[in-house]
């Protein structure tokens, strides 16, 4: 399974920014899918998650900002962000829980999406 990001580049504060991800394949179902990010010289944190039932999960610093969803049909999560700021700044990696033989869960990730908000 591959997941391929995109949407990631530069935007001024206060912009928007919308990512996406496409999975290559949903094996037996993908459970959830979502988006982390790595600032440098941090950690990488989850931005936001979303469920197959819809039920989503953001961080603080996501909420009110950012919005997450998901199209079953195209294998895909995508994630809208506004009122983007300075420390916003970072990669963005994609993943998608996916259910293989056996029902199996996987975890896979995208190979991640800069964002650069600067004035």
């Known amino acids: 399974v591959q997941l391929q990001a995109s949407g990631g580049g530069w935007v001024q504060p206060g912009g928007s920014l919308r990512l996406s991800c496409a999975a290559s394949?949903?094996?037996?179902?993908?459970?959830?899918m979502g988006w982390y990010r790595q600032a440098p010289g941090k950690q990488r944190e989850l931005v936001a998650s979303?469920?197959?039932?819809?039920?989503?999960v953001y961080s603080d610093y996501a909420k009110g900002r950012f919005t997450i969803s998901r199209d079953d049909a195209k294998n895909s999560v995508y994630l809208q962000m506004n009122s983007l700021k300075p420390e916003d700044t970072a990669v963005y990696y994609c993943?998608?829980?996916?259910?293989?033989?056996?029902?199996?869960?996987?975890?896979?990730w995208g190979q991640g999406t800069e964002v650069t908000v600067s004035s």
């Open positions: 979303i469920a197959g039932s819809g039920y989503t």
């Open positions: 394949e949903r094996g037996f179902g993908i459970k959830e």
């Open positions: 993943y998608a829980e996916i259910y293989q033989v056996l029902m199996r869960l996987l975890d896979y």
